[in-house]
């Protein structure tokens, strides 16, 4: 089991930025997939951007080159940062992670990852 908590979610303008982080309870360099994912009202769960066990990072098109996923493994956290946002980057987003390895392609797909945190709330507005 691991047990996720994200944080740092909030309201905000097109344009502005906005950086969440994700507590792990147990070692973050142990862990093969930890990503983030969002869905909106009426939408379904979308992988945002994750980071594979050796380092890989996969991200959505809709978000490359405007978000960045990071973590500190020192202190089990992961990040994403989000600049230039939208209002159509609004949604709940919530970190995700597994023990098992998985191809890089199945990194963003919801279904891969067992393990989730409770979601953060992000919405711009226009």
């Known amino acids: 089991q691991v047990q996720l908590v994200a944080s740092g979610g909030g309201l905000l303008q097109t344009g502005g930025s906005l950086n969440l982080s994700c507590a792990a309870s147990?070692?973050?360099?142990?862990?093969?997939?930890m990503g983030w994912f969002r869905q909106a009202p009426v939408k379904e769960r979308a992988g945002v951007a994750a980071?594979?066990?050796?380092?890989?990072?996969i991200y959505a098109d809709s978000v490359k080159g405007r978000f960045t996923i990071s973590k500190d493994n020192a202190k089990n956290t992961l990040y994403l940062q989000m600049t230039s946002l939208k209002p159509e980057d609004s949604a709940m987003y919530y970190c995700a992670a597994d023990w098992l390895h998985h191809p890089l392609r199945t990194m963003l797909d919801p279904i891969t990852p067992n393990y989730w945190g409770q979601g953060t709330q992000v919405t711009v507005s226009s």
């Open positions: 980071f594979a066990g050796s380092g890989v990072t």
């Open positions: 147990d070692y973050t360099c142990r862990l093969n997939l």
